[in-house]
């Protein structure tokens, strides 16, 4: 046993917790709990914990359902609050998936980033990844298509009268950091109800796991405080949208590769030959970075989330943004990539982003110029004439994009590339053939 194992252990027992969960993420991004004792654990560590992949969704099928969980001390965190009654704490672990023979699961969204970060250091590079994530505190949350009540009725860094938001906050911030997840800033975001918490950077996987921690924590806080909270990607027709803009740098070792002191955007060539791949495949990988019907009504003018493949510097109506916050500071230059929405697989989406910047670093991909004019203002002939390609407008034409990538069944691996694309075309299907309440509200009496 190796001395994480050892301290998952002893702290189990110092502690006295009863339970301990193993957590991890399914192919659309559910999270998945199994809890153990911990005298369990020492054959979880050597052994894993055998579970019916057949049973979740993406896993695997179903003659080849035997799958097992292990977990992975470095993760390993005790969830800061007591059961309902008073009880002993229980702690949390995520796991890796593998077949019965020992070896990796393919359906595993941990393992395609895995896979894809060890590309990436085997090019040099370890990449780091700050979230700021968007999401709304709701009074209630109706399941029989009503529109849902926002909990409060502040905006854009509205402070005070909104004294659940601001509880809530801090209540959701306190939670986060005893469990290892720093918050760099927090704030009302600009519709009612809508909050942002920005996660302090991390390695992309660590902050795949924190992700998902932090939506888990999100809403278990919003139900102590007597509100629900949802990561929907656009629950309102007439407010904005809850984004979750990522910001990501490359370093090689100690040196950021994204810096250059010289550039206009302090950007070096190998950050412009990142951000110009993520922009050469930013329509192929639109379905994993906003995989629900839902997300492309977030993707609008006029609401500060992109609608084509664009980059800027000031720029928010841009698919990349290059922040100019500090100045001359090589460790924090870093790009912005605001598609991404609350509601993605961050494993996946991190995957995908991380290969397309990769590709362009490999092939050497020059960035077109920089976006400076408000796009959301152009016309569609404006845009096209300044050359800017529309990002996809629904999850079919983003699927149909998918579906010609070259990209996306190596990033992805063929397994979790072929179940996405299955399965978000029974979605697609499903939401296409369905009528709307604003088809019964306009056409109805018209027609
Ligand atoms: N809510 C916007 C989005 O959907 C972002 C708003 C902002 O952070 N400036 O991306
Ligand atoms: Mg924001
Ligand atoms: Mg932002």
């Given at each position: 046993m190796d001395r994480q194992q050892e301290f998952v252990l002893r702290t189990l027992e110092e502690r006295d917790i009863r339970f301990v969960r193993l957590w991890f993420t399914d192919v659309l991004g559910f999270l998945k709990s199994v809890a153990v004792a911990p005298a369990e654990l020492e054959g979880a560590f050597s052994e894993g914990i055998g579970f019916d992949?057949?049973?979740?969704?993406?896993?695997?099928r179903v003659y080849e359902s035997d799958m097992v969980a292990k977990p992975d001390p470095s993760t390993f965190q005790v969830l800061p609050w007591e059961t309902p009654d008073g009880g002993p704490y229980s702690a949390r672990m995520f796991c890796d998936i593998a077949m019965p023979d020992g070896s990796p699961s393919w359906a595993d969204p941990r393992h395609v980033l895995r896979r894809q970060l060890s590309k990436a250091s085997e090019a040099g590079f370890t990449c780091y990844v700050h979230p700021e994530i968007e999401f709304f505190l709701l009074a209630n949350l109706p399941d029989d298509g009503s529109e849902p009540e926002p909990a409060d009725n502040g905006g854009y860094f509205d402070q005070a009268s909104h004294a659940t938001a601001t509880h809530f906050r801090r209540h959701a911030i306190e939670t986060l950091e005893a469990m290892g997840i720093s918050v760099e800033f927090s704030h009302h975001e600009g519709a009612p109800g809508q909050q942002e918490i920005d996660l302090r950077y991390a390695d992309a996987l660590t902050m795949a796991d924190n992700v998902m921690t932090f939506r888990y924590v999100v809403k278990e806080v919003a139900l102590t405080q007597g509100v629900r909270a949802t990561f929907m990607p656009k629950p309102f027709t007439d407010q904005p949208g809850s984004g979750m803009h990522t910001h990501v740098s490359l370093f090689e070792g100690d040196r950021?590769?994204?810096?250059?002191?010289?550039d206009p955007h302090e950007l070096s060539e190998t950050g412009k030959a990142f951000v110009a791949g993520v922009l050469h495949y930013a329509k192929e990988i639109s379905a994993v970075t906003n995989q629900w019907v839902n997300s492309y009504k977030r993707l609008i003018s006029g609401s500060e989330a992109p609608t084509t493949v664009s980059w800027g510097r000031?720029?928010?109506?841009?698919?990349v943004r290059v922040p100019m916050y500090s100045p001359g500071k090589a460790s924090s230059r870093r790009v912005e990539i605001?598609?991404?929405?609350?509601?993605?697989?961050p494993y996946l989406a991190y995957s995908v982003i991380l290969a397309a910047g990769l590709k362009g670093i490999e092939k050497g991909y020059e960035l077109p110029p920089p976006a400076e004019d408000n796009i959301w203002q152009l016309s569609d002939s404006e845009r096209r004439a300044a050359g800017y390609s529309q990002l996809p407008q629904n999850l079919g034409e983003a699927l149909a994009e998918m579906e010609k990538s070259e990209l996306l069944p190596e990033a992805l691996g063929e397994h979790v590339y072929d179940f996405f694309l299955r399965n978000k075309r029974v979605e697609w299907d499903n939401y296409r053939s369905a009528v709307t309440p604003y088809e019964l509200r306009t056409l109805l009496p018209m027609l």
């Open positions: 992949g057949s049973a979740i969704e993406g896993f695997a950021n590769a994204f810096y250059d002191a010289e000031a720029n928010r109506s841009a698919l605001r598609t991404l929405d609350s509601a993605c697989n």
